[in-house]
């Protein structure tokens, strides 16, 4: 039987379980459990925030010794069914114990070299916003790593290009002199993503009065801006390739490849983040899911918002 492509048809249907007729796949269990019935290199992208240990309601705290063992189990199942010409996408922050901090990433990265994987990118997802430490400097960015397992790997770097800031500039010499020295697609966004998670942070944490505003948040404590997963699904995989993933909360990594007309899978273990997933796809294929739109404007306060403004009671103590 041919598989039906997302590109051609306004139908779909979800699975629990992964075939290869498939399209969308979202099952509620365990990350390692789905993996053993996935075939060898099925995936182009998998993509994740996995649980970092910290205590979230979805997860219980063990040390960290213990939970990357765990973790080391799963990455093992992922690096098998990677694809050759795949990438894996590894979001994370810090552990912290009695305040001493444990960037994760660090450790993550012994485990994915391990397996002879290549790191293309360590990108800082820098936040503007978030909790103010007193012992220390306050955290705010998370770090993705980007691997691939090939050195022959899928990058569609024009897919995820940014304005540039100076259009205009020209060749001072050479052949080109005169022309314009930039790219008319935009400019290589870098490994330094600022603006999306900036604009995230304030509109949902910051001003809790704009919170219901933002047109993707769910109840899920931690969930990604589908624009985010967007700029990877785009630019490491091609129209019908499988993204997968394994800590798929409420989908906004199913959501970034639909979209954009990837098959996708998911796992979750929690009932009411796949229930929400399941829905966020209804109304996806609906036409009534609201995303931020890849490259929309960051959220910048004019100044006259109150909490822009420097209150009363301190205006004395300047
Ligand atoms: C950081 S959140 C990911 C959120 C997701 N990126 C989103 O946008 O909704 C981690 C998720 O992993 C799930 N989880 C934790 N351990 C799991 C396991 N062993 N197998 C499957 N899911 C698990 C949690 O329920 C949680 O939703």
Redesign the pocket.
Known sequence: MVQESLTDTPRYKVDSVFSENAQIVVNTG???KFLKTIPNEAFKLII????YNIGKE??KRKDIRAYLDEQKLVIKELVRVLHQQGSICWQVGNWVDNGEVYPLDIFYYDIFKEHGLKLRNRIIWHFGHGLHAKNRFSGRYETMLWFTKSDNYTFNLDQVRVPSKYPGKLNYKGDKKGQPSGNPLGKNPSDFWECLCNDWETLVWDIPNVKSNHPEKTE?P???PVELVERCVLALTNENDWVY?????????VIAAIKNKRYAVM????ES?TSIAKKRIDDFFAGHLKTRALGTPVHQPTGKEKVAQIPEEWRNLQ
């Not at 993933?245 to 990594?253: E, L």
């Open positions: 365990e990350a390692l994740t925030s996995p649980p979805y997860e899920h931690c969930q990604f993933d394994p800590y798929g909360g409420v989908g906004s990594a796992t979750d273990r929690e983040y």
